[in-house]
């Protein structure tokens, strides 16, 4: 492996609140795709922002996400974990569990 190759493989960064995420940043993906659906300030939009209350979208426009964001990230997701989606996070750690 050559030194410039080791930039491109996944990198993992350990948060200070203990949580590992791999490079690009799952969360700041998750909340462009987001910007799909929903009008928000991207700095206001924090990892416990409530999809509904928060950020505005209603029940099918959360079906519509699920189903966008399965296709968008590569990933299934199965009916236990799409019903307690309720957060930003709770999307983040779906994703980051099923890549």
Avoid: W
């Avoid at 490079?23 to 700041?28: A, E, I, L, R, S």
């Avoid at 509904?52 to 029940?59: F, I, M, P, T, V």
């Avoid at 990230?73 to 709770?90: C, H, M, N, S």
């Amino acid at each position: 492996m050559t030194i410039n190759s080791c930039y491109n493989q996944p990198r993992e960064i350990f948060f200070q609140f203990g949580r590992s995420m791999k490079m690009p940043d799952v969360f700041q993906e998750v909340v462009e795709f987001l910007k799909n659906y929903a009008e928000f300030e991207v700095g206001d939009v924090k990892e416990d922002s409530q999809l509904k209350a928060d950020l505005g979208l209603d029940s099918l426009t959360l079906v519509e996400v699920a189903d966008d964001a399965e296709r968008h990230f590569g990933i299934a997701v199965a009916d236990e974990e799409l019903i307690a989606i309720r957060t930003v996070g709770d999307i983040v750690r779906i994703i980051e569990k099923n890549k």
